[in-house]
């Protein structure tokens, strides 16, 4: 069992603080992903807990013991680097072996749990080569072999995958969530990519400029972001934002009124004291239709600007006044190029932030919760 | 890409080749000749060119039972002991300096500590300095605590010209070596000296072979420091001039002497080169 908990984390480097105040508990088993666009502490905070990087404040506990001050040799952590870090003087097999020698493992025991490992990644031919023999897909097998070899309580990964390409990314990624599956062990994973975090968490830590801005499961982000910030950053395409500002604040939400024109009620925890004040709707694009199904329905006139057609999915891209808006085409028929078209969305849809950033609590679960 | 030439600029440019390599082995052929050529044959003008070459100079520097006698004369010659010196001493130079010079590298490299790039520069700065810098001040000290004309001595002393290098050098290696690769062996369970056991120090071996050649080499040609803090324990270098004596100018002798003392450089780089293999951190990033 390995639980990690951060108690009031920071983390400075002299006087530029790097994280601040980071509260966070992963339990046994968890497969927790830290995201984050560059630069906002999601790797430094992954080295703090791997003991690659010293805690300037706060405290970190593995399995409800005090790790702070403890080596990282010492803290039975396995680490997969970004760019594998193999021992390039070494074969895979010394590789592999590498962490159990540290350990003082005998050799026969060595040379077992080099085959298990080997076979498990599919790397057994490749045990007597170096690491500069290998292609890029086969060096991260033998990283991360290399990582599970002792049996780790946790173990981090940082952007293992960005140096892939996209097929070998997506191979990769199905690769390291069954593994996850099989050995049952806590990941901690740091990616900027969103579907990486997406298709992989059980928990997503969104950071930005060193603090968190939301954990939550895959569904309640992209559902429930609790900021523009995660909102804009969790789904592809991007959230769509527009302006605009509260009418009128009641129990069943608050009316908005578009800058663009429309009117909508939307159904989040209101307060009078934000009558009046500006307010960004934001709208997923998967989220629109083409015509209102309900009179409730918020309607926009989008001027097309081009279509890409991708497929399974068509996109249009288009104008609502002077804000530019990505709308999934509303199937049977997709708009062939400019023109204007209407779309429709349904309040229980719309998201709402106000000008600091923060969303306003929406009062249902989302409709289509799956 | 290839770029096109005309038969004229390869001969140009063959020419400016050939001159400079010309330039170069000059000196070098001289000595060799010189070297075996009898002593009357040395001073003719114009230069023999056709002669009967002879070992006879050889004899000299190395025939301690006949102790300096030549044809033309009796010179005091004794060209084993300096050579053995010159061994002692550059050897024992590059293996204290790899001994405290690696790891201060190291420290350099990889560890924040206060005032980093003044003590780096600091250590450098030796090599910018004239060796008599330190040589004038020692000379006295050497002879009060009785360290002048020791192999300790002078091995201390030479960490003048060897020790800056060795740090420069390994800090300049060891910085090519990804620090990823340090922190994995910190993950997998090494503490800090296996890390540095198991993973830098094998990984630096061929850079750190070809930086021992280099100030191998540096040591080996020092002269200021052996002519003023030695007599008996003379390098090489100091005992070739003490063939210039001030009657008789025995050239061909000392011609011998130089091909003498440029043959173990020259063997030590024939047998280095293969070592001096570079890029053996490839393949273990990106």
Redesign the interface.
């Known amino acids: 069992m390995a639980h990690v908990r951060l108690e009031d984390v920071n983390k400075a480097y002299g006087t530029i603080p790097i994280l601040r105040n980071i509260d966070l508990a992963i339990d046994h088993g968890e497969f927790v992903v830290f995201v984050g666009p560059s630069g906002s502490g999601k790797s430094t905070l992954l080295r703090m807990i ?3 990087e010293r805690i300037s404040g706060g405290r970190l506990l593995i399995d409800n013991k005090v790790v702070n001050d403890v ?4 803290r ?4 997969v ?9 070494m074969t895979v097999r010394e590789n592999l072996a ?2 159990l020698r ?2 003082k493992v005998a050799r026969a025991r060595i040379d077992i749990r080099v085959a298990e490992i080997a076979s498990l990644l599919q790397i057994a031919h490749l045990l007597d080569r ?5 292609s890029g897909g086969q ?1 991260q097998r033998v990283a991360i072999g ?2 599970i ?2 049996e780790p309580k946790v173990f ?1 990964f940082d952007e293992p995958l960005s ?1 892939l390409d996209t097929d070998l990314r997506v191979q990769m990624r199905v690769q390291i969530a069954k593994l996850h599956k099989q050995l049952g062990n806590t990941m901690i994973y740091v990616t900027h990519d969103q579907v990486e975090a997406m298709t992989m968490a059980d928990k997503i830590v969104v950071l930005k400029d060193g603090n968190i801005e939301q954990v939550g499961s895959p569904h309640d982000l992209y559902h429930n972001p609790a900021s523009r910030f995660v909102a804009g950053f969790i789904g592809s395409p991007k959230m769509n934002f527009l302006n605009g500002h509260i009418e009128a604040a009641h129990d069943a939400g608050v009316d908005v009124k578009l800058d663009a024109g429309a009117r909508v009620s939307v159904p989040v925890h209101s307060d009078e004291l934000l009558v009046g004040k500006p307010i960004t709707l934001g709208i997923r694009p998967d989220d629109f239709s083409r015509s209102a199904a309900e009179k409730t329905d918020i309607g926009i006139e989008l001027d097309v600007d081009f279509v890409e057609h991708l497929g399974s999915v068509t996109y249009i891209y288009g104008r609502a006044g002077r804000e530019s808006v990505v709308a999934k085409a509303p199937k049977p028929e997709p708009p062939k190029g400019a023109g204007k078209v209407r779309l429709a969305a349904s309040p229980a849809d719309c998201h709402l932030f106000m000008t600091n950033g923060r969303a306003l609590r929406r009062l249902h679960a989302p409709a289509n919760w799956s | 890409m290839r770029i096109k030439r005309t038969t004229s600029t390869n001969l140009i440019l063959n020419l400016f080749v050939g001159i400079c390599a010309l330039i170069l082995v000059f000196p070098l052929a001289w000595i060799v000749i010189m070297s075996l050529k009898q002593q009357a044959e040395v001073m003719t003008w114009p230069p023999t060119v056709l002669f009967v070459p002879t070992l006879e100079n050889f004899r000299v520097l190395f025939d301690v039972a006949q102790a300096g006698a030549t044809s033309y004369g009796t010179i005091k010659v004794d060209f084993l002991t300096p050579i053995a010196n010159s061994v002692v001493i550059a050897l024992g130079s590059v293996i204290i300096s790899l001994l405290f010079g690696v790891p201060a590298g190291y420290v350099l490299a990889r560890r924040d500590i206060p005032l980093k790039e003044d003590i780096a520069f600091f250590i450098l700065g030796f090599r910018f300095a004239p060796v008599l810098l330190v040589v004038i001040p020692l000379f006295s000290i050497f002879q009060a605590i009785g360290l002048y004309d020791t192999y300790v001595g002078m091995i201390w002393v030479y960490q003048v010209v060897t020790l800056p290098m060795i740090v420069w050098l390994s800090r300049s290696y060891i910085e090519d070596i990804p620090k990823d690769i340090e922190e994995a062996a910190a993950m997998d369970g090494a503490k800090p000296v296996r890390v540095v056991l198991h993973i830098v120090l094998p990984l630096l071996k061929p850079g750190l072979i070809g930086a021992s050649l280099l100030i191998f080499l540096l040591a080996w040609h020092n002269f200021a420091l052996g002519l003023i803090l030695s007599s008996t324990k003379a390098p090489v270098t100091v005992a070739l001039l003490k063939l210039l004596n001030p009657g008789v100018q025995f050239y061909p002798v000392m011609a011998a002497g130089l091909v003498v003392t440029m043959i173990i450089p020259v063997i030590l780089i024939v047998i280095g080169q293969r070592h001096l293999e570079r890029g053996l951190t490839f393949g273990a990033v990106k």
Do not use: E, I, T, V
Not at chain 1, 71 to 74: E, G, Y
């Open positions: 791997g003991g690659l080596d990282a040799a010492d039975n952590l396995g680490m680097f970004q760019s594998y870090a193999l021992y390039p003087h590498f962490p540290m350990a170096k690491p500069r023999q290998l060096r290399r990582a070899m002792r981090l140096n």
